[in-house]
């Protein structure tokens, strides 16, 4: 179905522990929070819910801090080896219960409301992969604003560059903000416009033709997992 799960784990590469555990934004978010999350719902959705357990153990779960959210943080016992393995394992067991079943193979996940506890293997897995995108995405930002390191395409172009392109962006909030508030006081409009954006952008981020007409398109580059 998939390779291993390098991509998220990735973000977790030459940190230290305290980095990889602390919350970045104010409802708590952390790396090392993001994987175990992940874990334990890789082991319920594509495991538990279809008579397949984890083969394991998870403190969290045994003892209902789960429900306050204690799968969205390391305690200090927790090691980055721990839940890294963990999110490994529940991988593969993961892995080896899609093999083994159908996309019809009815399931149900226990939590969910009973008129609509019932589901099948197909939907866990869109649900699933929902999921892991979210919170790589997640990771991508945490990631960013600890030491600056940003997704596969930041090192196609030099910092002034990319000091360049977020300077525009905030110039163009800037100018919006300025016009809003204008005619908020029933003044004339702003006149003229910012320069276009996309005319600065690197040329992955923004289709020539669009950067010639002054509009912007974004081209997402393909990230693997």
Same mark, same amino acid.
């Given at each position: 179905m998939r390779g291993p799960p390098t991509g998220l784990l990735s973000k977790l590469d030459d940190l230290s522990e305290y980095d990889r555990r602390r919350p970045l934004t104010p409802t708590g978010t952390n790396l090392l929070g993001l #994987?175990?999350?992940? !874990?334990?719902?890789?082991?319920?959705y594509l495991g538990e819910c279809f008579g397949y357990p984890a083969p394991e153990r998870m403190s969290w779960i045994d003892d209902g801090s789960i429900w306050q959210g204690a799968d969205m943080w390391a305690t200090p016992d927790e090691s980055t080896g721990y839940i890294t393995g963990l999110y490994r394992r529940a991988c593969s067991h993961a892995d080896d219960v899609v093999a083994a079943l159908d996309l019809d193979a009815? $399931?149900?996940v226990p939590h969910w409301p009973a008129d609509r506890r019932d589901t099948t293997l197909g939907v866990?897995?869109? =649900?699933? #992969?929902?999921?892991? !995108?979210q919170h790589a995405g997640h990771a991508d930002i945490v990631r960013e604003l600890i030491d600056g390191k940003g997704g596969p395409d930041?090192? $196609?172009f030099d910092a002034a560059t990319w000091q360049d392109y977020t300077a525009q962006i905030q110039a163009a909030a800037d100018a919006f903000s300025w016009s809003w508030r204008r005619s908020l006081r029933h003044e004339a409009p702003l006149r003229g416009t910012p320069r276009p954006v996309a005319s600065v952008l690197p040329p992955c981020l923004g289709? =020539? $033709?669009?950067? !010639? =007409?002054?509009t912007f398109r974004p081209t997402v580059p393909p990230h693997g997992s």
């Amino acid at each position: 179905m998939r390779g291993p799960p390098t991509g998220l784990l990735s973000k977790l590469d030459d940190l230290s522990e305290y980095d990889r555990r602390r919350p970045l934004t104010p409802t708590g978010t952390n790396l090392l929070g993001l #994987v175990k999350h992940l !874990a334990g719902l890789e082991y319920l959705y594509l495991g538990e819910c279809f008579g397949y357990p984890a083969p394991e153990r998870m403190s969290w779960i045994d003892d209902g801090s789960i429900w306050q959210g204690a799968d969205m943080w390391a305690t200090p016992d927790e090691s980055t080896g721990y839940i890294t393995g963990l999110y490994r394992r529940a991988c593969s067991h993961a892995d080896d219960v899609v093999a083994a079943l159908d996309l019809d193979a009815p $399931g149900s996940v226990p939590h969910w409301p009973a008129d609509r506890r019932d589901t099948t293997l197909g939907v866990l897995l869109i =649900r699933m #992969v929902a999921e892991t !995108a979210q919170h790589a995405g997640h990771a991508d930002i945490v990631r960013e604003l600890i030491d600056g390191k940003g997704g596969p395409d930041q090192d $196609g172009f030099d910092a002034a560059t990319w000091q360049d392109y977020t300077a525009q962006i905030q110039a163009a909030a800037d100018a919006f903000s300025w016009s809003w508030r204008r005619s908020l006081r029933h003044e004339a409009p702003l006149r003229g416009t910012p320069r276009p954006v996309a005319s600065v952008l690197p040329p992955c981020l923004g289709n =020539r $033709g669009d950067e !010639a =007409r002054g509009t912007f398109r974004p081209t997402v580059p393909p990230h693997g997992s």
